[in-house]
């Protein structure tokens, strides 16, 4: 059901900036882009969501591409915090906007 | 104030048995939502719910019964628990169906 593309996994450094990329070569022009995370046995927690335009927050910034076929969720200074699953979503019409979940990105942050 | 509650956090019953989990937010939202993870950590979603109209995913067996005594509150009614019911529960909301999600801290559920 899911219709993004991510890595298993990735590895960061604590300080140092994050880049996490996400595929969806097949998205609509009305589809928007969600990111989610996951801290081990927790619940999701909201990152971040945009349309078209790059979008800014207190916890991270999303980029969108031109052509919208990929976005990549920024961490601007990772944190041990930060170690999650983190999860890009396209939240459509036809699925009534339900966020369907994929298997996500485990980010790992070193010291 | 917890947004979304869920209770229990823990809940251990044998096969066959009845159970409900409970959810409330106190976010105003209008949209609630029921998702299933499982031991490989897949989350799901079960249902959704906006103002009285009910959203079901239709691999969700018949068992499972969301009931909604009003807009702040969607609960979960599993009857005849089977070994494979075994999972955590979240349960979410969001002001309108493609907006944020606040999900809860999640029921996990065993059957034994």
């Known amino acids: 059901d899911a219709k993004t593309t991510q890595p298993n996994s990735m590895e960061s450094n604590e300080e140092e900036p994050v880049h996490l990329p996400c595929n969806h070569s097949t998205i609509s022009g009305t589809d928007y882009i969600h990111w989610y995370r996951q801290l081990p046995s927790q619940g999701p927690e909201y990152v971040i969501h945009?349309?078209?335009s790059n979008v800014n927050n207190r916890m991270a910034s999303l980029a969108i591409a031109e052509d919208r076929k990929s976005s990549t969720l920024i961490l601007h200074r990772a944190t041990l915090r930060d170690a999650a699953v983190y999860y890009c979503i396209l939240s459509s019409l036809g699925s009534q906007g339900n966020l369907i979940f994929g298997k996500g990105t485990k980010l790992s942050v070193k010291p | 104030d917890t947004a979304v509650s869920q209770t229990p956090k823990y809940l251990v019953t044998q096969m066959g048995n009845d159970k409900s989990i409970k959810c409330e937010q106190n976010l105003g939202h209008d949209t609630m939502y029921w998702y299933k993870q499982d031991s490989k950590k897949f989350l799901k979603i079960m249902f959704s719910y906006n103002n009285k109209e009910l959203i079901i995913n239709e691999t969700v067996p018949n068992r499972f019964s969301p009931k909604s005594p009003d807009k702040a509150h969607l609960n979960l009614h599993i009857n005849s628990l089977e070994l494979g019911d075994s999972a955590v529960y979240f349960c979410?909301?969001?002001?309108?169906?493609?907006?944020?999600?606040?999900f809860g801290s999640g029921t996990r559920l065993t059957v034994v």
């Open positions: 945009g349309l078209t």
């Open positions: 979410a909301s969001s002001q309108k169906p493609r907006s944020g999600y606040t």
